[in-house]
């Protein structure tokens, strides 16, 4: 590599130094990492040495897989030889060639100016420079080290190993710088906590004042009310004396008067002797009454006042509940975590059936509270489509309050219900709403179809897989037109529509073929790779991915037919597949595979080959293999199933939610319109109304099922 020198005063030496780096890069062989020698080009497109990819071949005996992609490549029968030139990286190479005889030069004459740096020698050779880096020892070496403590190493000049190295030093320090800006966003996100902590302690304190000035006013009236019942007690007593008191005197008035009569006889005598004996009678008879009169001892009112304490006021005083900070909870506040929603009929729901939920407002101690302003509440529900409709309730007394709402199709809906914006029990609510299953019609074809593997709707025809042909049948079964097929040996198996074109995968012919929408063969694909080739699926870029029962795994081809790579493989761990049947894409363009061997759902992401879903299909408690499969417009999965084994097993149609979760099944057999060896299905209309299309080979007809 040519470098800039204290004697390149117009940079011209160091401005030939960044092309001839830049060249070198574009021109870089995998393997060595050196300017690229006869460039051949891969299927993938990648550009490899003859002599690297000669080797790399024989290393990996006679396997062709791409030192860049790390995907198995086709490789031509005579060798890597047959493989073509990449002839403008060929002249490109052989421009950097004399572009390092100009910089050989260039560096020549600088070196003449140039002071020559001392030279490293080897420690164990010390006759010999250290003129190599060993790539995997990450230590310089001589040409003797590279034959005997190095041997099988790659070792490289030092611009070559600082160029290998900045790949993943680069990486590293994206990592870093990544790891760096992941930190800053947690800080701010701290800052932002302790300011909503301080916010939320500022709330706190104010919200406990207001409770503590509220439980001072409930205590001056309670003492005000306990003052009011002493005052009316004295008062009731204090009467009750005054009472007694006007009594007593009466009779000492009484007692007087018959006492100050007898002092006054005398006189009564001497003036008249014939009223002395009434006089006498009279007043003995009054003091005989004085002794009637009883007088108490004591009064009859005591002189202690009490009053009757209201135990209920120091309720106030107890804990109603822990709640977080900025919220205080009395007995007549609602408590989000004992507040609970529920739906009120527990059987499944199915689609256009009203679902009514209620909530129950409860307190801290899980006391219903009759409260009249409901605006702490909200409510939502995310349908199975994704979309969000908010949720009203309505009090029905009780404490309790009731909403409803009304599915428009099958799948997994979240009813999300919080209180002063935290969910109450129960929150989010799950509720899955099944498939209906009701059967309508078999369409069978006129002629007979025999033994079909797959169904298409096309507008109002259906396009019908049987074990010979490729029907286009109309809504009454009756031809309308036959496809194109040349082969002898076809047996068409499943068929995927893109771009007004129909790709139909041959399981005997060991092949796809691609038809125009006339019937018309325009591609063959996979012509001796393919073995036994079931389930295909075309992705919105037109990249064609075949699953291939045979060789347990998923071929990926580009539109025009040249293969990519392969996706999985055989096995029975988390990320692999066997023996797999129909695959099908969602609206995520996410994969979906019938991974019958193992009886599950495999999905992938096709772009990055990751693994993100297993779900294993079962019948209470046995296991079932996965025939064909579809998905519907909100990603809800429906699966063809049947026990494994001959004869009159168990079959039906199993529906899952994106999540996994089970929705339902339908067309339960043995039953009297049952299916018999189940195999592909099309599920076909908008959001609230599907119907679903069972290819039953069995019978030789297409099943309809209402969802």
Known sequence: MLEATMSDPDGSMGRLASVQDELESM?????????????????????ICLDCIRRWVEARRGILVCPECNNEQILPRGGVEELPNSYRLMKLCEYLGNLNIVASALEGDAQANTAAPPVMRCDDHVELPLDRIC???????CQECMRTQHAGHLCLDGSTFLRHMDRPLKKLQDQAKMKQREAERCLVELKKMKVQLNVSRESANSAIDHYVMRLMEKATQAGDSLKNQVEAMYHGKVRM??????????????IDGAVQSVHDQPGNLQQNLASLPPLVDDTSKRLKDVEKITVPSAPVVSSDIWVEMNEGIFDWFKPQGKKEIGQVVTSEVACPSECVVEIVSKRPTL?????????AINDGHGSQVNVQDINFISAEVVKANGNKVQQVFEMCGNGKFVTSFTPQSIGKYLLIVKAYNQKVKNSPLKILVKPRGKSTVDLKGHPTFSAIHDVLKVGDNYLVLDSDNVNMVDKEGRLVNKFVIKDKVFQPYAVACHNQAYYVTALKGKKVVKFSRTGLPLLEIGHGVLQAPTGIAVAKDGTIYVADDKKSCIY?????GQLCHLLSGPGSDR???????YIKFNTHGHLVVADCGNQRIQVFDPQSGKHLKSIYVDHNGRPLGCRGLDVDVNDNIF?????PGGGDQFECVKVYSPDGDLLGSFAESPAKKGLHFVRGINVVGGESKSTALVANGGTSSIKFYII
């Not at 990320?575 to 049947?581: A, L, R, T």
């Open 27 to 47: 021109v870089e062989c995998p393997v060595h990492f050196g300017v690229l020698v006869q460039p051949k080009s891969l299927p993938c497109g990648h550009v």
């Open 135 to 141: 790539r995997d020892c990450r230590q310089p070496v």
């Open 241 to 254: 004396l005054e009472n007694q008191e006007s009594s007593l005197d009466g009779i000492i008035y009484e």
């Open 351 to 359: 689609p256009f059936e009203e679902v009514v939920v209620v909530l």
């Open 556 to 560: 990926v081809f580009r539109s025009d």
């Open 575 to 581: 990320e692999q597949i066997s023996h797999p049947w």
């Open 639 to 643: 699966v063809t199933a049947r026990q």
